[in-house]
């Protein structure tokens, strides 16, 4: 993974062999819970979704965030970003094979972050663009997609409650991603997004 500051990303990565990588409502909470504390110094989240098998997010890095650091004696150098993901990743395996008495890798080796701006939002001000506005819907449409759930207001483990502000969570910057897609109600776009998802899975 790089990172350039104020660019957006698209960061997913998914269990190693296509496995699950959550095995119980506590996992996904356990999870957040440390891409709360240990990822947000370095960006903004502005949404995401977990999957039994998966994770999306969409991240802003910051300034230090896009800073590289020395790693070992070999002068190995890699973005505070990249590796504080690369931490989360790896204490979160072990915390699930100590949970279910197993070894080895969870997730795929390399988690990808796909650029979905051209310019720094800083040089460009607030674009509202149909490429984010699409990876946005992308995201919050898998437990859909995915027939986990009959309608998104029934997935607890994804941003999308936030901007139906039906749950007041911290973890995304839902005022900033408001600005980025250019909504002006946020209400009446959440009412017309649910209105007929089976409309809406045609993004895919």
Known sequence: ????????????????NKTPIFFNDENYFYL?????NEWLKYCDALCYCLMPNHFHFMLMPNNEGCDSITLNQRATAIQRLSKAIGKTLSSYTQAINLQN?????????????KCLTDLPIDNTGFPATEYLLNCFHYIHLNPL??????????????????????????????????????ISDVKAFTNSFAAD????KQIW
């Open 1 to 16: 993974m790089h990172f350039e500051p104020n660019h957006i990303y698209h960061v997913y990565n998914r269990g190693n």
């Open 32 to 36: 957040l819970g440390k891409i709360r």
């Open 101 to 113: 008495k197993t070894t080895g890798n969870l997730f795929q080796k390399k988690t990808k972050a």
């Open 145 to 182: 997609e995915a027939n986990l759930v009959s309608h998104l207001n029934d997935w607890p483990f994804s941003s999308w409650l936030d901007y139906c502000q039906l749950r007041n969570d911290n973890l995304c910057d839902t005022e900033k991603t408001i600005q980025l897609l250019g």
């Open 197 to 200: 998802e089976r409309i809406l």
